[in-house]
């Protein structure tokens, strides 16, 4: 199987393009990213090709293939299922791979930029986490990385799933300011 690092897609070079689908939430950005691997390693442009090579990919940096059913790559499909835990075990494994710093890199950071610009502003927590938000109906989540007071590194997702309105996401981003000063439960 060929390395995704070596995959061109939307011909533009792979780290642009991971930064619009992480940083901005390009969800359109986020299937044609599916479809173009599945074309260059399975040699179909197709969103079944696609999650293939993606599941296949996943299994292959640790991430247990129980723990996650995918339909689509934007997220928006409510036939998606994944763990936290799944992202995590995803999250540690981009620490190993070549591309970890295109993929650090193009994950919003806390009161600064893309969907965490105004999230975390006047906490520790600003400037220290760098984190892919996600919503769907009723669904809240916050995954990535997190750097505690002490200089500690973390990876986390947190989801949390049928609830509605903003006070999931509040409480999703006391419980992350909290780790990052050392004050959680």
């Known amino acids: 199987m060929a390395e995704l690092e070596e995959v061109p897609a939307l011909g533009e070079p792979l780290g642009r393009v991971v930064e619009s689908v ?6 359109w950005h986020a299937e044609q990213l599916l479809k173009t691997i599945g074309k260059e390693i399975a040699g ?8 293939e090579v993606e599941r296949r990919t996943l299994a292959a940096l640790g ?10 790559a934007s997220g928006l499909s409510s036939a998606n299922l ?5 992202i995590v075990a995803l999250l540690a494994a981009m620490r190993e791979r070549p ?13 600064e930029s893309g969907s965490l610009r105004r999230r975390f502003s006047g906490t520790p927590a ?9 919503y769907i109906e009723n669904v809240y989540s916050l995954s990535g990385y997190l750097t505690t007071l002490t200089g ?6 947190v989801i949390v799933n049928q609830t509605a309105g903003r006070s999931a996401v509040e409480a999703i981003d006391r419980l992350i300011a909290a780790i990052v000063e050392g004050r959680a439960p």
């Open 126 to 134: 600003a400037g220290r986490v760098r984190a892919k938000t996600g």
């Open 82 to 86: 994944v763990t936290p835990e799944a």
């Open 22 to 27: 992480l940083g901005r939430s390009q969800n």
């Open 63 to 72: 991430v247990d293939t129980t723990a996650f059913l995918l339909k689509d």
């Open 99 to 111: 591309s970890e710093e295109a993929f650090r890199s193009a994950l919003p950071v806390a009161a």
């Open 44 to 51: 179909e442009g197709s969103w079944a090709a696609g999650i």
């Open 152 to 157: 500690a590194e973390y990876a986390f997702s």
